[in-house]
């Protein structure tokens, strides 16, 4: 009892001791956290409760020459992670991914693939949800803190895929895209063209984000709006596009059953007033981001769904490039609009027996009268005469075998061979037999559908080989600015003589004794050229016959003008696999008479299918002959 009485004292002051440790401790803890990282849980502590989130811009929109809505913008709802307020993801992604019935794993990748943007910005996770799954979401709003569900602005385009290729579509930005200088202060998340117009134009099209700063509580709902910049929409494009003309030829392509590619111009200055390929897709997919599933059936269809063919495809011209041939002879002076050739069904040259369509040959033709039958016999000679140089000089000057310059993206040329150009491309010298195919659009020369629309044009307007574009005016929110015509690639002032030869031979071709009679519209000078190109030789397609029949129908094309005199519309309609030139032909005739319906205010034409073929032009291969493009 002594001894505890001593040590009482000691322990008071022992015990003293660690009171005033412990306080000096939490007085250091004080001062550290309150005035040492004072800046940093002030931070957090605000954004705790605040939120900054970006406000998409809605694209701009496009319009038609008439001022008709071709695309536009709708509302959809998005669901989206903030990885910042994020306090456990994986728990996080546990309860979405029932609420969505998205996989887990699925929106893991799409979390993984926006790890390098800002933590503060959403990821979409979903866009475009359905009311299914923002009602399971909202239900969740206690769990699920660090998601968010706003309305944004959506890509809408027209409910039948009209214009498909020519508009292209959206689709968020990639990391690759992000490197370019066109991408330059886009951030990642962005919604961008990824083909069409959308691509060209989409530095016109993607407008400017805002933002907003918003106060939430704390199972982040919105309480208060601290703060707002408004979007700015992207500006608004007026096309050289005419929505009925475009429509008329997509029916037309329908109605009878093919797929191609169409390209409509004003020949006075170069404006596409259409411009089709088929098969499409719904670009709508796209602005909702398409799935993987659909994205690689749309890659692996054999139809090729994807492929711009007005722009990306590339086919033997057929008949069509007789009239190239023609001009070349004219302008070159080989020959006049009387020279006149002996066929008796085909001709010898070179050693080589090549054969005209029609086997009992057409007898004494000029040249108003071989456009009109499109004699074969009379092209080779004027082939043969004008010589592989000089024919790819006057191609090259007409927009063949070269890009058009059009305004849209993946644009490729065609092939206009020449003696150099063989040269260089296999080391061998060119032989003249081979301009003998050459000369009735078989063998090396190949064409876009748009190059031989803008052959077309040019010849119907004189010799001015106008580059084909898509803008008329453009309006950034002061009212509609017209956007210039770009220049001409090539102006050749043909003798008007000549022009009227060509245009006199074209016009025979359709209201004559020519296959084009099928584009015939009474009371309206349509002039035109039919072609059929061979897609497989005469040997292959025997060895091939009853394994794949599509393939093996030769491709149609129809070139056209009109009127004649003072050409106003010209184009070109290319009918893949249709098997005869004739065949195209009325799809060019419901355009042209769409486009004078709408010129004198008349009700727009209806198409109906047409009748079969009372004639078949071509003739059954002869034994050992050459030859070919039956129209």
């Given at each position: 009892?002594?001894?505890?009485?001593?040590?009482?004292?000691?322990?008071?002051?022992?015990?003293s001791?660690?009171?005033?440790?412990?306080?000096?401790?939490?007085?250091?803890?004080?001062?550290?956290?309150q005035?040492?990282?004072?800046?940093?849980?002030?931070?957090?502590?605000?954004?705790?409760?605040?939120?900054?989130?970006?406000?998409?811009?809605?694209?701009?929109?496009?319009?038609?020459?008439?001022?008709?809505?071709?695309?536009?913008?709708?509302?959809?709802?998005?669901?989206?992670?903030?990885?910042?307020?994020?306090?456990?993801?994986?728990?996080?992604?546990?309860?979405?991914?029932?609420?969505?019935?998205?996989?887990?794993?699925?929106?893991?990748?799409?979390?993984?693939?926006?790890?390098?943007?800002?933590?503060?910005?959403?990821?979409?996770?979903?866009?475009?949800?359905?009311?299914?799954?923002?009602?399971?979401?909202?239900?969740?709003r206690?769990?699920?803190p660090?998601?968010i569900?706003?309305?944004?602005?959506?890509?809408?385009?027209?409910?039948?895929?009209?214009?498909?290729?020519?508009?292209?579509?959206?689709?968020e930005?990639?990391?690759?895209?992000?490197?370019?200088?066109?991408?330059?202060?886009?951030?990642?998340?962005?919604?961008?063209?990824?083909?069409?117009?959308?691509?060209?134009?989409?530095?016109?099209?993607?407008?400017?984000?805002?933002?907003?700063?918003?106060?939430?509580?704390?199972?982040?709902?919105?309480?208060?709006?601290?703060?707002?910049v408004?979007?700015?929409?992207?500006?608004?494009?007026?096309?050289?596009?005419?929505?009925?003309?475009?429509?008329?030829?997509?029916?037309?392509?329908?109605?009878?059953?093919y797929?191609?590619?169409?390209?409509?111009?004003?020949?006075?200055?170069?404006?596409?007033?259409?411009?089709?390929?088929?098969p499409?897709?719904?670009?709508?997919?796209?602005?909702t981001?398409?799935?993987?599933?659909?994205?690689?059936?749309?890659?692996?269809?054999?139809?090729?769904?994807?492929?711009?063919?007005?722009?990306?495809?590339?086919?033997?011209?057929?008949?069509?490039?007789?009239?190239?041939?023609?001009?070349?002879?004219?302008?070159?002076?080989?020959?006049t609009?009387?020279?006149?050739?002996?066929?008796?069904?085909?001709?010898?040259?070179?050693?080589?027996?090549?054969?005209?369509?029609?086997?009992?040959?057409?007898?004494?033709?000029?040249?108003?009268?071989?456009?009109?039958?499109?004699?074969?016999?009379?092209?080779?000679?004027?082939?043969?005469?004008?010589?592989?140089?000089?024919?790819?000089?006057?191609?090259?000057?007409?927009?063949?075998?070269?890009?058009?310059?059009?305004?849209?993206?993946?644009?490729?040329?065609?092939?206009?061979?020449?003696?150099?150009?063989?040269?260089?491309?296999?080391?061998?010298?060119?032989?003249?037999?081979?301009?003998?195919?050459?000369?009735?659009?078989?063998?090396?020369?190949?064409?876009?559908?748009?190059?031989?629309?803008?052959?077309?044009?040019?010849?119907?307007?004189?010799?001015?080989?106008?580059?084909?574009?898509?803008?008329?005016?453009?309006?950034?929110?002061?009212?509609?600015?017209?956007?210039?015509?770009?220049?001409?690639?090539?102006?050749?002032?043909?003798?008007?003589?000549?022009?009227?030869?060509?245009?006199?031979?074209?016009?025979?071709a359709?209201?004559?004794?020519?296959?084009?009679?099928?584009?015939?519209?009474?009371?309206?000078?349509?002039?035109?050229?039919?072609?059929?190109?061979?897609?497989?030789?005469?040997?292959?397609?025997?060895?091939?016959?009853?394994?794949?029949?599509?393939d093996?129908?030769?491709?149609?094309?129809?070139?056209?003008?009109?009127?004649?005199?003072?050409?106003?519309?010209?184009?070109?309609?290319?009918?893949?696999?249709?098997?005869?030139?004739?065949?195209?032909?009325?799809?060019?005739?419901?355009?042209?008479?769409?486009?004078?319906?709408?010129?004198?205010?008349?009700?727009?034409?209806?198409?109906?299918?047409?009748?079969?073929p009372?004639?078949?032009?071509?003739?059954?291969?002869?034994?050992?002959?050459?030859?070919?493009?039956?129209?």
């Open positions: 009892m002594i001894d505890d009485r001593r040590s009482l004292p000691l322990r008071i002051r022992v015990l001791y660690l009171v005033a440790a412990v306080f000096v401790v939490l007085g250091v803890c004080f001062w550290y956290f005035v040492v990282q004072h800046a940093r849980f002030l931070e957090m502590a605000e954004n705790n409760h605040q939120r900054t989130l970006p406000l998409r811009a809605p694209r701009g929109m496009m319009f038609d020459r008439d001022g008709r809505v071709l695309v536009e913008n709708r509302y959809a709802f998005t669901i989206s992670l903030v990885p910042e307020h994020s306090r456990d993801l994986s728990r996080t992604l546990a309860v979405l991914s029932p609420a969505l019935g998205v996989p887990e794993a699925a929106l893991g990748e799409t979390i993984a693939r926006h790890a390098r943007q800002p933590r503060y910005r959403p990821i979409n996770l979903v866009t475009d949800a359905s009311m299914a799954q923002l009602a399971a979401v909202l239900a969740r206690f769990e699920l660090d998601v569900v706003e309305q944004v602005p959506t890509r809408q385009y027209p409910d039948d895929a009209l214009g498909a290729h020519l508009f292209g579509y959206v689709g930005v990639s990391d690759q895209q992000l490197t370019r200088v066109e991408f330059e202060g886009v951030s990642s998340g962005t919604i961008v063209g990824q083909s069409g117009i959308e691509q060209t134009y989409n530095q016109w099209l993607l407008g400017e984000d805002g933002a907003r700063r918003v106060v939430v509580n704390s199972v982040g709902r919105e309480i208060e709006v601290l703060g707002e408004p979007p700015r929409e992207g500006r608004r494009v007026e096309l050289t596009i005419d929505a009925d003309l475009q429509r008329a030829a997509e029916e037309g392509f329908k109605t009878l059953g797929n191609g590619a169409a390209v409509v111009l004003d020949p006075r200055n170069g404006e596409v007033l259409s411009l089709v390929s088929l499409a897709y719904d670009p709508n997919r796209f602005a981001g398409i799935d993987r599933t659909s994205w690689t059936a749309l890659n692996t269809d054999r139809l090729r769904p994807l492929q711009n063919r007005a722009i990306q495809g590339r086919y033997s011209p057929g008949s069509t490039f007789k009239i190239v041939v023609a001009a070349a002879a004219l302008e070159e002076g080989v020959a609009p009387d020279y006149k050739v002996n066929c008796p069904g085909g001709g010898v040259f070179y050693g080589r027996f090549f054969k005209c369509h029609l086997a009992r040959g057409h007898g004494l033709v000029d040249m108003r009268t071989a456009l009109e039958k499109s004699c074969n016999t009379y092209f080779y000679t004027l082939g043969n005469l004008v010589g592989i140089d000089r024919l790819h000089k006057w191609a090259t000057a007409f927009g063949l075998g070269v890009r058009t310059g059009v305004d849209l993206p993946h644009e490729i040329e065609g092939i206009m061979p020449s003696t150099a150009w063989k040269r260089q491309r296999t080391g061998e010298r060119w032989y003249p037999g081979e301009t003998i195919s050459v000369a009735i659009g078989q063998g090396q020369v190949s064409v876009t559908p748009i190059s031989l629309a803008v052959m077309m044009a040019t010849i119907a307007n004189g010799g001015t080989r106008h580059v084909p574009h898509l803008v008329r005016a453009i309006d950034d929110g002061d009212g509609w600015t017209p956007v210039p015509s770009p220049p001409p690639a090539e102006v050749h002032d043909m003798a008007p003589e000549h022009v009227r030869a060509l245009h006199e031979g074209l016009w025979l359709v209201n004559g004794a020519g296959t084009g009679g099928r584009a015939r519209v009474p009371g309206r000078d349509v002039a035109g050229k039919t072609g059929t190109a061979q897609v497989i030789s005469i040997q292959g397609r025997q060895s091939a016959a009853g394994r794949t029949e599509r093996l129908r030769d491709h149609g094309w129809f070139v056209f003008f009109a009127p004649h005199d003072e050409p106003e519309i010209a184009g070109v309609v290319f009918a893949e696999h249709s098997d005869h030139g004739y065949l195209a032909a009325p799809i060019a005739r419901h355009v042209i008479e769409t486009f004078y319906a709408k010129k004198e205010g008349r009700p727009l034409p209806q198409l109906t299918p047409p009748a079969p009372a004639v078949v032009a071509s003739a059954p291969p002869a034994g050992g002959a050459v030859g070919g493009g039956g129209d």
